[in-house]
DNA sequence: AGTGCCGGGGA
DNA sequence: TCCCCGGCACT
């Protein structure tokens, strides 16, 4: 499929969390221009592509705290004269945002109000990461054999959509990661399809260290804050407007079923597990801890999917051992919660989920961990959790409350525990390691 | 396929 | 207001 525009991206970026990067990153000079507006062509889009790996993170770096304090990695886009040269490109450009420095110097001058809506390109002529010409998502409605039906009211709302220009969204936490772990994972893994990379990515996103996942809760955040304040009048609801369209809500009737069949491990005696701590407060993550403590928040909640620590009927919530890393991905607590009962069941789980994950038969089973004696079923399925959590209920091979707590949010508040820590890296470790053992033995 | 985020809308 | 779905972000 060619109705993506790749995403350039810049090849000089450096990211703050370089030193996890084993890769090199390329770094230009004032006055050396990179050499990707000369980049070679897609030839499928005809698109110039960066020359340099997918693998090398482009984020930008400045947080607005250091902002001045680190070498401007666009320096060389942004003479002292303070009038910048921008690089023209015609593609996609994914370089997320030019940096807080750039950002601030386009703003003042080009507020961002002012993005041309009919094209990718900044009033400077700034290609901005985020933005890719709407052009390039309307291809499928498109070819659609329905729009051969299409009225003239259809069609004028595409010319709508056309004029847009299309924002992306900004990268969350794990987004980041991935970008940046893909490429890692790829090389050690000899693993080409996206899907089993992800598994792996996901996986290592839980093994992270709440420090590490906190790097980068706090990069998105700054990323969408950036990316705020770029489009000020930005939605997400601008990047599936198309789909709005055709958007009919459905009825909730299945939640019974539903919900019988996501709960089913933690509804099942034996899997039960210390329930969370209120248990006068019958309300799910959102309702019991609000918006600004969605640390606390099982994973699903945080996806705004369904609670899966709040059983229907009885008023409570449990802390059931995740069935897609929720309680895994559930970052930290805030130092409010950090002696409370949630926290225990969390780590508990937590660090049983590691080793407890899904792990396939199938090609990434058997490409990563062959050794492995746990052959589960598909991830994400509670009624398939792995037999030593489901059976044992709780892993006491851990202190409760040993986890350090800390909010993706607050870095500061990340308390490295050292019971914790080697443990949970070991973990981390007892993941990673297959992974490099069967890089080559596999062939 | 993975997780995080967000808007919409049902309840 | 709560809750959950659908969709997008990337590869």
């Known amino acids: ?24 990153n390329e770094h230009f000079t004032p006055g050396n221009p990179p050499p990707h507006l000369q980049a070679d062509v897609d030839p499928k889009t005809g698109i110039p592509r960066p020359p340099h790996p997918p693998d090398i993170s482009p984020y930008y770096p400045l947080s607005p705290g250091t902002v001045g304090q680190i070498p401007h990695p666009l320096g060389w886009l942004v003479p002292q004269q303070g009038q910048p040269v921008y690089p023209i490109t015609t593609g996609g450009f994914r370089h997320p945002y030019p940096t807080a420095l750039t950002v601030n110097a386009s703003m003042s001058r080009f507020p961002p109000h002012m993005v041309p809506p009919h094209h990718s390109l900044h009033t400077t002529g700034i290609p901005h990461p985020a933005i890719v010409t709407p052009t ?32 992306k969204k900004p990268l969350n936490a794990f987004m980041l990661y991935m970008k940046e772990m893909r490429a890692k994972v790829v090389a050690e893994c000899t693993l080409k399809e996206s899907a089993a990379i992800n ?44 789909g709005y369209g055709k958007k009919k809500k ?14 089913e491990c933690y509804l099942n005696p034996c899997l039960s597990l210390p329930p969370i701590a209120d248990l006068s407060a019958p309300k799910k993550c959102r309702a019991r801890f609000g918006l600004d403590q969605q640390n606390n928040w099982c994973g699903p909640c945080r996806r705004k999917k369904k609670c899966i620590r709040y059983i229907q009927g009885e008023g409570s919530c449990v802390s059931p051992p995740s069935s897609d890393g929720s309680l895994l991905d559930s970052p930290p607590s805030s130092p409010t919660m950090l002696d409370s009962p949630t926290r225990d069941s969390n780590s508990q789980s937590e660090q049983t989920q590691p080793l407890s994950l899904s792990l396939k038969p199938e090609p990434l089973a058997r490409l990563c961990m062959p ?9 994400r399925k ?7 959590i489901c059976q044992n209920g709780t892993d006491h091979s851990h202190q409760p409350g040993s ?38 033995s596999l062939e």
């Open 1 to 24: 499929m060619s109705n993506k525009v790749p995403v350039v991206q810049h090849p000089h970026h450096v990211h703050p969390l370089t030193p996890l990067i084993t890769y090199s």
């Open 136 to 167: 390039v998502k309307q291809e499928s409605s498109q070819s659609d054999v329905g729009s051969l039906h299409s009225s003239k009211h259809q069609d004028s709302k595409k010319e709508e959509e056309k004029k847009k220009p299309h924002i």
């Open 199 to 242: 598994q792996i990515l996901g996986r290592r996103w839980h093994a992270l260290s709440r420090e590490e996942q906190a790097k980068y809760y706090e990069l998105a955040r700054k990323e969408r804050q950036l990316h705020m304040q770029l489009y000020p009048g930005w939605s997400a609801r601008d990047n599936y407007v198309r």
């Open 250 to 263: 459905r009825k909730r009737e299945k939640q019974a079923g539903e919900s019988n069949e996501h709960n």
């Open 371 to 379: 050794q492995s004696p746990l052959t589960e079923s598909p991830a």
């Open 382 to 388: 509670p009624s398939n959790l792995p037999a030593n």
């Open 403 to 440: 986890l350090p707590p800390s909010t993706p949010y607050s870095l500061s508040t990340a308390q490295p525990s050292t019971s914790f820590l080697p443990t949970h890296r070991s973990l981390a470790g007892a993941q990673l390691q297959p992974l490099s053992l069967v890089t080559k």
